[in-house]
């Protein structure tokens, strides 16, 4: 896919680690310019300088998506660098979210993944759309989860959170349309990065063993589907859910 998106500048939130890293290394790789934003400073600077030593060509911002203030400052700044073709929503709260049923999730856990999650991700595309609207083929591309098509148990927030980012791709598509923006979102499933180590053994074991590919998940496995929505393969295609999990879950 190498080329596929030359010329294009890409957000990417959530970037420093885990399934964002891939996804920057890939979206660099096919040519586009990427914007790096994440809440972990050290680690974004780490992943920007590999990813320069491959040669390409990096922004890096901080930014804090329970923050309304410094979303709106990052993409002040983006603004000020350049248009914009394409954002990844990724960044999500999913560390120490999970291992407690309904009855035992406490006000403030539940507060804080709908803030960073839900509101985050609405935050970000309304601040993005302006530099979409103005490519006239912008793409967004939101991270959900395959646990809210199955409904993984005590992991009540995040699988709430996923499946409102599902909701709110559907009608982010038919309101950004007519400004030719295409919306759409990617279920990944148990992906093996920093984030799901902490994930109990007999869950991946459910994971690898239920799928129709058996076996594991690697973020690369969800790279391409990331690089076809945001390239003009998908210049028609909108308002779309596409899981990627090995066939754990059909849609």
Same mark, same amino acid.
């Given at each position: 896919? +190498?080329? @596929?998106?030359?010329?294009? #500048?890409?957000?990417?939130?959530? !970037?420093?680690?885990? @399934?964002? /890293?891939?996804? !920057?290394? !890939?979206?660099?790789?096919?040519?586009?310019?990427?914007?790096?934003?994440? &809440?972990?400073?050290?680690?974004?600077?780490?992943?920007?300088?590999?990813?320069?030593?491959?040669?390409?060509?990096?922004?890096?911002?901080?930014?804090?998506? !329970?923050?309304?203030? +410094?979303? $709106?400052?990052?993409?002040?700044?983006?603004?000020?660098?350049?248009?914009? *073709?394409?954002?990844?929503?990724?960044?999500?709260?999913? $560390?120490?979210?999970?291992?407690?049923?309904?009855?035992?999730?406490? &006000?403030?856990?539940?507060?804080?993944?709908?803030?960073?999650?839900? #509101?985050?991700?609405?935050?970000?595309?309304?601040?993005?759309?302006?530099? @979409?609207?103005?490519?006239?083929?912008?793409?967004?591309?939101?991270?959900?989860? *395959? $646990?809210?098509?199955?409904?993984?148990?005590?992991?009540?927030?995040?699988?709430?959170?996923?499946?409102?980012?599902?909701?709110?791709? /559907?009608?982010?598509? /038919?309101?950004?349309?007519?400004?030719?923006?295409?919306?759409?979102?990617?279920?990944?499933?148990?992906?093996?990065?920093?984030?799901?180590?902490?994930?109990?053994?007999?869950?991946?074991?459910?994971?690898?063993?239920?799928?129709?590919?058996?076996?594991?998940?690697?973020?690369?496995?969800?790279?391409?589907?990331?690089?076809?929505?945001?390239?003009?393969?998908?210049?028609?295609?909108?308002?779309? @859910?596409?899981? &990627?999990?090995?066939?754990?879950?059909?849609?």
């Amino acid at each position: 896919m +190498s080329g @596929l998106l030359a010329g294009k #500048r890409i957000v990417i939130t959530g !970037a420093a680690r885990g @399934l964002g /890293r891939s996804f !920057a290394s !890939a979206i660099a790789e096919a040519g586009a310019k990427v914007v790096l934003c994440d &809440i972990l400073a050290a680690e974004l600077q780490d992943t920007a300088a590999n990813l320069r030593l491959t040669g390409a060509e990096v922004e890096t911002f901080c930014i804090d998506l !329970a923050s309304p203030e +410094s979303i $709106t400052q990052v993409f002040q700044e983006i603004a000020a660098g350049g248009g914009v *073709d394409g954002l990844v929503n990724n960044a999500a709260l999913a $560390t120490g979210v999970g291992g407690k049923n309904m009855m035992e999730y406490d &006000i403030d856990l539940w507060d804080r993944v709908m803030t960073v999650n839900v #509101r985050g991700t609405w935050l970000v595309s309304q601040a993005a759309v302006p530099l @979409l609207a103005a490519s006239g083929h912008g793409k967004i591309v939101n991270v959900a989860s *395959d $646990t809210a098509l199955w409904g993984a148990p005590n992991l009540m927030a995040y699988v709430a959170s996923k499946g409102a980012v599902i909701s709110m791709t /559907r009608s982010m598509a /038919r309101e950004l349309g007519e400004q030719r923006i295409c919306v759409n979102a990617i279920a990944p499933g148990l992906t093996l990065v920093e984030a799901t180590e902490y994930v109990p053994a007999a869950r991946h074991q459910l994971y690898e063993n239920g799928r129709a590919l058996v076996g594991k998940q690697h973020p690369t496995d969800v790279d391409g589907s990331v690089i076809y929505l945001l390239s003009p393969l998908a210049d028609f295609v909108t308002g779309q @859910l596409l899981p &990627i999990n090995g066939g754990f879950v059909f849609n």
